[in-house]
């Protein structure tokens, strides 16, 4: 027989398809990469390029010396303008990156030292501090934390952040009179320890702790009583009103001069990032911006909730035809690989018997009912097993007891069948499910030797 309909039964009879179902070769476009991995590639891409472009533009910043508080930046945070006024008043300003460098003065009773990120400084370099206070410096921390004041030994502890504000000052510090209200709100608070110690003013107050803290230095040994040469530590809560972007504002200006230009001479130190004997290091956590916390919450709760509506299930699996024609031995063999994978024995028990009963009942021409749907035989019609067993008992011969335990296991359960009895069947072996393949497999042909007996005989 050459005809199509001749040919398309060899074809399905032999498992071979059709010239015109044969799965076509795939184009060198689609052999690549599927839609969801060139997403992820360009996404790769574009986050790679902004990693680059915001290193190439932190170098730029760093060669233009555009830091925050360096008195050589015009950026809205670095204080050039101040540095500007400062000279014209007359007095020297210079700027370095080493704390040692501002102290190694001829006549410290004629400098002022600022320092930016006191935290970043060591011990060393604090002490340091505090015996040029008591040689006549003027020492100005900018925003030190707790740790900073204490290895300082101030009378003074950090009350922590104040609400934002232009306060007053309140106090009868000479500068602060002049300058009257300044915007030192928004920042650190300190308050003074004990009942009004000698040597501290504290002004700028916002409640109950103030922004701006004057403390007196003890003289060092060997200076002469001069008050006109004693040193002090001015300890700032929020350095805003001496940048570019908010010096003319209020009475900024006026209160950073006055606390700046008492001698000649200015050395600002902007103190580097990474020490490893700083006296306040901090980890990556203490260095990420305020409401980071509650912002990765929102987020982790964003993504619980993306993961639960992606993982949603609407119900059982739904069997739906393939859209190709596939081989029988290239299913069989995926989803013994599936079963494999899982290690899902007992399910393959189930299968390999409601499979081996679906084909006795159609052989033996039995009536099925509608019954509870069992592991693996996927809600199938079944028959009535005593009929089915009695009848395979029939034509084989066999004892009903193994024939029920062999297509259901001992008792009508699910237990697996071996040569020396059974076993349950979430405890199977792999020799066992090959040796209960070979038992339905004998049972099979027998039932069919006994169906060409009876066929021949009748």
Known sequence: MNSPAGRKQRDHASGTLPSAQLPRPLSAARRGLDPRARRGVRVAAVLILLIIICVALSAMVERSNGRPLDPGSADPTGTMALAQLLRAHG?????????????????????????????????RVLDT???AAGRGSDVV??????????????????????????????????????????????????QVTGPNPAGVTACYPVGSASTLVVVQAPRAPGQPPSP???????LVGNVAFMTNDRLDEQGNGALAIGLLNRHRTLSWVVAQPGGPDSVARKGLLDLLPDRVLLACLQLGLAVVVLALWRARRLGPPVPEPLPVVVRAAETVEGRGRL??????????????????????????????QARPARPGDAGQPEPDPTALVASVA????????????LLYGSGMSQDTPTAGGTIPAEGVSD???????????ALDRQVTAGLDRQVAAG
């Open 141 to 190: 921390l900018l925003e030190p934390d707790a740790a900073v004041v204490g290895a300082l030994g101030l009378p003074v502890t950090v009350a922590g952040r104040v609400p934002s504000g232009t306060p007053t000052p309140r106090c009868r510090l000479p500068e602060a009179a002049t300058a009257a209200a300044a915007t030192l709100g928004g920042g650190s608070g300190f």
């Open 228 to 234: 006109a040469r004693s040193g002090r530590f001015v």
């Open 394 to 405: 029939t034509r084989t011969g066999r004892s009903p007891v193994e024939i029920r335990s």
């Open 339 to 368: 079963y494999a994978a899982a290690q899902a024995r007992d399910l393959a028990v189930a299968t390999l018997r409601a499979a081996e009963r679906g084909r006795l009942t159609e052989r033996l021409g039995l009536p099925a």
């Open 129 to 131: 501090l505090v015996h």
């Open 91 to 123: 007095v020297e300003v210079t700027s370095t990156d080493d704390p040692t460098e501002a102290v190694s003065t001829p006549d410290p009773a004629d400098v002022t030292i600022v320092l930016a990120y006191p935290e970043r400084a060591s011990q």
């Open 431 to 441: 020799e066992a499910l090959v040796a209960l393949v070979d038992q339905l497999d």
